[in-house]
């Protein structure tokens, strides 16, 4: 303590010397001092602010030294879904590559058209896999694998066409996920609050540590995608609630603290 006084002091007399020496220089004579251009005398007047601002800096950090505080907020908006997309698989197996082959493309072709037939005809479907895996070790059967992405409009639907489906002989309906078409609008509401429920959480930290919150140093976004995601892969045909989804954004945010 006995250290930062004489800090504080000895910041104060030098403050004070350089001032005085300014003025000395100034009063030496009017001739002097009316020979000064604008310019110079501004230059002085700025450079004894600095001087002054760098001393109390200096004397503040000592008494009151700063640190950081990390919180990471959480933002949450609730909408009605208008779309959902979500991937359907189908697996032939079978001794005969070829019969395989044949089957599993003449099961992938009706999946699609079940899919259109109550989707609608505007659903966006694209064969996103297909592959051969030929018998090795304990399996002795060839398997025939085909899979395409579907992403419709017509989200009440969504349960008759799952259980469609399986009944037509998917193998898995994964990755449901239900999003709203103003997805960047909601995205940005959600990070909004939680940029608010990230500075309440450091407001509420530092005042139970005897602390006073400064200014925000830094804030970062976790830059993933916000959606509600749902996924099944058995034939236990669960109804899907649809009624709302919850957007969810998180950011971390560094605050100073003194």
Known sequence: MNAGIRLLTESWFTINDISNTLLMELKKGDQMFTTLTTFQKFWILVTSLIIGYYASTVTLNWFFPRSSLNVVGVGKVSVVPEKVSFIVSRVNSGSDVVRMLNEGEAGIKSLINTTRSIAGTDAEIKKSFYRTVPPSGTQTLYQVVNAFSVTANQVDKINELIKSLYLEGATTVSNVSFES???????????????????????????????????LISINDDNSSATSTIGTDSQSGAALSLDEIEIVKKVSVVYEVW
């Open 181 to 215: 078409s103003n997805k960047s609008l909601t995205e940005q509401q959600a990070r909004e609050l939680a940029v608010k429920d990230a500075k309440a959480q450091a407001q509420r930290i530092a005042k139970a540590a005897g602390k006073r919150l400064g200014k």
